[in-house]
């Protein structure tokens, strides 16, 4: 299945707080957000988008939010977010604005949906699930079916944005309390379409992981704030203040996926 060259670049876990001043565990987060806009806008090679695969903000409050467009609107490349654990829905849709979409869930209170970009399909899923299960994440049955739907009738090679990894990525504190609890329901619908299915791509674990199961390709990013250990054997969260600026530029094309790091200045 052949598609014309697409390219995006992958950021997540942004964790804007409700003031300029907030300290995410020590970090600014909010000039380092402005830090990271500034230089991807700058940058000597223009994506068709950016994909933001959650926790823009840190605390969902109206508060944060403001904060977060207040960042994020001086992009001028079209931008799509996902929801996360530390998100709202209702206020990604009312202060964030985003590329062209089509809703795949009408109600305000869920982020899913569609677009399309040089003949490739993207699926934005929310697996925020309710606050009792936090920070695991919960796709809703009736989206999986919607999806299975979506990625059968595709004309177009598709990619998977969300939040949270569907499979477990070998780190134990992480596995057993960062995944998507029915995440195996979306590997097997993909498994299914392995041939349409380009990638997933996920935030949520702040590092850049890379997993390949079943001929399905998973990729998580560095978060830019603060990453976390994926170390096997880490059985609490151990984190790095001291990183990087950095997001992944990746390119779909033909069939092969190419994904690079891309680190800035400071
Ligand atoms: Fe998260």
Not at 173 to 185: A, F, P, S, T
Not at 207 to 228: C, H, P
Request: proline share 4%.
């Amino acid at each position: 299945m052949d598609n014309k060259k697409v390219y995006f670049l992958h950021i997540s876990d942004t964790h804007v707080g409700e003031t300029e001043e907030f300290l995410y565990h020590g970090v600014n987060t909010f000039a380092r957000t402005k830090k990271l806009i500034e230089r991807i806008d700058t940058l000597q090679f223009r994506p068709d988008f950016i994909l933001h695969t959650g926790d823009i903000v840190d605390n969902p409050s109206h508060k944060s939010f403001q904060l977060a467009k207040e960042a994020f609107q001086k992009l001028r490349i079209p931008i799509y977010y996902v929801n996360g654990n530390h998100d709202d829905a209702f206020c990604i849709n009312e202060y964030l604005k985003m590329g062209p979409k089509v809703d795949l869930d009408l109600s305000k209170d869920k982020l899913f949906y569609k677009f399309e970009t040089n003949e490739n399909l993207f699926i934005a899923l929310d697996a925020r699930g309710p606050d009792e299960i936090d920070p695991e994440g919960l796709i809703p049955e009736e989206h999986l079916q919607i999806v299975e739907n979506e990625i059968t009738t595709s004309k177009f090679p598709v990619s998977i944005f969300v939040h949270f990894p569907p499979i477990n990525i070998d780190t134990q504190w992480m596995d057993k309390k960062m995944l998507i609890q029915n995440g195996k329901k979306l590997h097997e619908i993909l498994i299914k379409n392995k041939s349409k299915v380009r990638g997933v791509f996920f935030g949520h674990v702040h590092n850049n992981i890379t997993m390949f199961k079943d001929e399905i390709l998973y990729s998580g990013v560095a978060s830019g704030m603060r990453q976390f250990s994926l170390l096997p054997n880490r059985e609490v969260n151990v984190s790095y203040i001291d990183i990087n600026l950095e997001t992944d530029l990746v390119c779909i094309d033909d069939g092969q996926i190419i994904i690079k790091q891309v680190i800035f200045d400071e």
